[in-house]
């Protein structure tokens, strides 16, 4: 067990239709990271926020748009769903914002079917 | 840009054999290097990590990766399997300052009994 929780563990949804993804980060950590993992694209970093400002961001849809709150935990909204967007979405958790120090400790997922 | 490789996606090994899992990453600068592993079904769990200190890093479950930087590699070995190893491995890079993590592809080991 990382620390890491994330909710809900599936979901199924209809295309058009927008969801959020729920993540808590360990305890004391202050970055929270989102990776899409897909059959055809493999595990993409899609965006990552630091004690609740967004730090860096990578592959993520305009469609996707995700936010820390003061507790610190996140939410990853996804909306206009397509099928295309089925996939594990995982949450990962680290200390501080990044360096050679800090480990990113992975969430269980959300796998997301999009009928 | 930078880039992981990881050659095979599917290596089998017997019960008792070497694991070894390649990895090459593509980086002007050298990385901070992992492996993690997943289980069926659930997440990512981080084996080992290298951050510049010493090139061989020792992980959990007996695994272990050396750092060779004239060959860009980064390639895990186990001297023995167990059949409790069947799971995919990434091995994944960052350089200080781009936080983000890069993923292989992924290498599924299945463990012949």
């Known amino acids: 067990d990382s620390g890491v929780t994330q909710t809900p563990k599936h979901l199924i949804t209809a295309t058009g239709q927008r969801v959020t993804l729920r993540c808590s980060p360990r305890?004391?950590?202050?970055?929270v990271y989102w990776y899409q993992q897909s059959l055809d694209q493999g595990l993409q970093f899609l965006i990552q926020?630091?004690?609740?400002?967004?730090?860096a961001k990578g592959n993520i849809l305009e469609r996707f748009s995700a936010q820390q709150f003061p507790d610190l935990h996140s939410e990853l909204n996804l909306s206009s769903l397509e099928l295309g967007d089925s996939a594990l979405y995982f949450c990962?958790?680290?200390?501080?914002?990044?360096?050679?120090?800090?480990?990113?400790?992975f969430g269980p997922g959300t796998r997301l079917t999009v009928l | 840009a930078q880039s992981v490789t990881q050659l095979g996606s599917h290596v089998s090994v017997s019960e008792g054999a070497l694991v070894l899992l390649r990895c090459n990453y593509s980086?002007?600068?050298?990385?901070?290097l992992f492996w993690y592993v997943q289980y069926p079904n659930q997440g990512l769990q981080l084996l080992l990590k290298?951050?510049?200190?010493?090139?061989l890093v020792k992980g959990i479950n007996g695994f272990e990766a050396e750092f060779k930087k004239s060959e860009t590699s980064f390639h895990l070995t186990k001297p023995s399997a167990h059949m409790s190893d069947a799971a995919e491995y990434f091995c994944?890079?960052?350089?200080?300052?781009?936080?983000?993590?890069?993923f292989g592809t992924g290498t599924r080991l299945t463990i012949i009994p």
């Open positions: 990962a958790s680290s200390p501080s914002g990044g360096g050679r120090t800090d480990t990113q400790y």
């Open positions: 305890s004391g950590d202050l970055s």
């Open positions: 926020y630091y004690n609740g400002e967004e730090r």
């Open positions: 980086s002007s600068v050298p990385p901070y």
């Open positions: 290298y951050t510049s200190a010493a090139t």
């Open positions: 994944a890079a960052t350089n200080f300052g781009n936080e983000k993590l890069t």
